[in-house]
């Protein structure tokens, strides 16, 4: 049973930093493509930043020198590290387990961030 929790978020002041984590359970971080998104209310839900092997890591326009995405393969979770926040980055953040060559696509239960102006 694949299972990828979420941890970190919460309440923040703007210019403030946060680190998400996703630790997952029944996949490997280090095959799968990890990626994390956002939704915000009344938006559809977005990229945020995403990593894979031998690739060099995404990131939206919105958040690039602000995040950083990582992965921690001895202890098969991947991070968030949320610099600068802004009001704008308040979100449900989700992490997400892609392997699209077999058709699975794995999502967590999402947390919040709320970034106070």
């Known amino acids: 049973q694949v299972q990828l929790v979420e941890s970190g978020g919460g309440l923040v002041q703007a210019g403030g930093s946060l680190r998400l984590s996703c630790a997952a359970s029944?996949?490997?971080?280090?095959?799968?493509?990890m990626g994390w998104y956002r939704q915000a209310p009344g938006k559809q839900r977005e990229l945020v930043a995403r990593i894979s092997r031998g690739s060099v890591p995404i990131y939206a326009d919105s958040v690039k020198g602000r995040f950083t995405i990582s992965r921690d393969n001895a202890k098969n979770t991947v991070h968030l590290q949320m610099n600068s926040l802004k009001p704008e980055d308040t979100a449900v953040y989700y992490c997400?387990?892609?392997?699209?060559?077999?058709?699975?696509?794995?999502w967590g239960q999402g947390t919040q961030v709320t970034v106070s102006s």
């Open positions: 997400n387990g892609a392997q699209t060559i077999v058709s699975r696509n794995y």
């Open positions: 029944g996949i490997s971080v280090d095959i799968y493509v």
